[in-house]
């Protein structure tokens, strides 16, 4: 394992991985633009068509600001604050000059250029493209600059565990629950101790997210400050869904777009409406929309017009109602006025920044647990809070200076994770040492109080269970006797419908936990313009697999259907649409599980060639995700050329 003798060292190691990594995202852009249509892309929220770019002066720094509007509105998108775009009026090179994003609405984006913009940002039809979204490097780079002030956190990184402090308070047993099992609380109470750091190793279904939400209730009645981040919006969501249940007021950051309907109240957004100040604010807001319609009776103050008079000299000139340099004193005086209610909305504008501010300050401030992404941790709401406790679920897909974006913010940190579901991921083959995330780094350094591991899960029939732990955990895994042999019987009202076809019959067999669904006249396909798969009879076959669990009195929302490409994703998306199951990719599903899950694989071909699906750590979230039925679909032949897959389907057999 890496270790490191001075922070310098740690600083250039990172820093240029994340150079590389950040390389590799903007050649991704490129690669995607001449790939896709426009429309394909901004269907993906990577670019925004038809805007029209307007002069809006400079910014702090003495940056360039342009404003591109769309009077139809943004659609769906995730360009952000400081990501890096490019503005074309077709298909953009890559040679264009880069801007930032500095501010977004519903309608408009405002971008600042470092130089005099070009001349075609300010016309109309134009395309704006994401380039990199440069704001989650910038704040990786910030973070392993914050080390600096941290100097634990800093040693511990350095991997200097040895100055790791003792622990005073051993054995004082503060948590006690009948809900959670001896070694959950145990790793609780270990978690309570501590004062540095505590890693909570948790396979599939052995409650990492429920130990970790039970430690952040104690941590709350301590009344400690606690930062709740994990790597997606999919992943916060979940934890917060269980802190939720145990009703603890968090709250959530981020774009509400991106958030679990049912867990909006918990958000900021939702939370602001309800505050005084902020309210206050929004009668500004339309104040200002009043003064900014009352202008466009009176000519504006624009470089053009004004001819390098000052506000003050115009003001004085209209009042002497004199001609001055060619300008009309008609016009003078109208530009005056122009420029005192200009003058007026920004007083306004101040004004209701300083209260939405304070009104954000205040809901963070009283929050006792705040919840978000990793990236959005490096946010400036949170850039003047330091937490006590800093807790990160799935820290086992965050990269290293990704998970320090939130560490740095904490004096005290507990990870969740399990190193054998999916790493984080890497675009750059040369920065794939970022593939080796903090807690397996750390698993492997630190001393054992620092360290344990769950072993019972509650999640999996004992059969959808023994695959992975064969492969994967050496037989470590218990399944606890509420779920060992829970099966689809057990479901109230599930009765198998009689009218299935043979060939799928055991989908609704209660009798038979997994099964496998063979689909060899499958043809796998790929779109020129992508490198995704799918394919159209795994699909027919889901739809009628799907059928025929619904009709046996499944509800939707205790189906999730999963593939590992994209493309077959959204096409069983669109064929599968009013069913109201849960659609997503494997690693969208990591952390996630459902009484019966559907695997669609995709590929099938006569060369054995199964791509990505070879990552055997995405062939074990796939499998771990069932209650009571795993389902998977796909072609023996082609999947049989891999070992593990071979012992996986000739295990479901010989079942
Ligand atoms: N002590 C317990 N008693 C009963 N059910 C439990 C207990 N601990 C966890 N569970 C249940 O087990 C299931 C899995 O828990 P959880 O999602 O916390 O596991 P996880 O380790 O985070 O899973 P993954 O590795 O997939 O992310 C959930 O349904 C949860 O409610």
Known sequence: MK??????????????????????????????????????????????????????????????????????????????NGDVVIISKDKPTGKEEQATVVSKTKRSITIAYNKIPPYLVFGRNLRLDLYSNDITFQRMLDAIDSLEKLPNLQEYVKSNIVLLHESENLNIQKFSSDILNSKQQEIINQALDINDIFLI??????????????????????????????????????????????????????????????????SLDVQLQDHPEYQQANGIWNKIQVLKKEQDDYVPASGQNRRGLSDSKIIQLASSKKPYRGIQSA????????????????????????????????????????????????????KDIIFDVVCIDEATQSTEPEALIP?????????????????????????SDLSISLFERFQSELPENRIDILTIQYRMHKEIMQFSNENFYDNQLKAHPTVSNHSLHDLPGFEPFPYVNPAIEKVVKASEPIVFINCDNGKEQQ?????????????????????????????????????????????????????????????????????????????????????????????????TRAKRKLIIIGNPSTLQSNPIYKTLIENIFNQ
């Open 331 to 382: 016009k003078l005086r109208k530009m005056a006025k122009w420029i005192k209610i200009q003058q007026e909305i920004n007083k306004n504008y101040e004004e209701a920044q300083a209260l939405q501010t304070s009104a954000i300050e205040s809901i963070l401030e009283k929050s006792p647990v705040i919840c978000t992404t990793n990236s959005s941790a490096g946010s400036d709401l949170l």
């Open 201 to 266: 190793h948790g396979p599939p279904g052995t409650g990492k997210t429920t130990t970790l939400s039970y430690l952040i209730k104690s941590l709350f009645q301590e009344q400690e400050k606690v930062l709740v981040t994990a790597p997606s919006n999919t992943a916060v969501d979940n934890i917060l869904e269980k802190l939720q249940t145990l009703e603890i007021p968090a709250t959530r950051i981020g774009n509400p777009i991106r958030m679990d309907e049912n867990l909006l109240n918990l």
């Open 3 to 80: 270790r490191f003798t001075d922070i310098n060292q740690y600083k250039n190691f990172f820093e240029s991985l994340i150079q590389k990594e950040r390389k590799a995202e903007m050649e991704f852009h490129l690669n995607e633009i001449s790939l896709l249509s426009a429309r394909q892309r901004e269907a993906k929220g990577r670019a925004i068509l038809n805007l029209i770019g307007k002069d809006a002066g400079t910014g702090i720094g003495g940056v360039f600001l342009v404003k591109l509007v769309r009077g139809s509105g943004l659609p769906d998108n995730e360009i952000s």
């Open 407 to 431: 560490l740095v913010k904490g004096r005290k940190w507990v990870l969740a994770g399990d190193h054998q579901q999916l790493p984080p991921t890497v675009k750059a083959k040369e920065a």
């Open 527 to 623: 779109l020129a313009d992508s490198h995704s798969w799918f394919n159209l009879e795994e699909i027919a076959l889901t739809k009628e697999i799907t059928d025929a669990l619904l009709s046996s009195r499944l509800f939707p929302e205790d189906i999730g259907i999963i593939s590992p490409y994209d493309q077959q994703v959204s096409r069983l998306k669109s064929a599968l649409r009013d069913y109201h199951v849960e659609i997503k990719s494997i690693d969208g599903f990591q952390g996630r599980e459902k009484e019966v899950i559907i695997i669609s694989l995709v590929r099938s071909n006569p060369d054995g060639n199964i791509g990505f699906l070879r990552d055997y750590r995405r062939l074990n979230v796939a499998l």
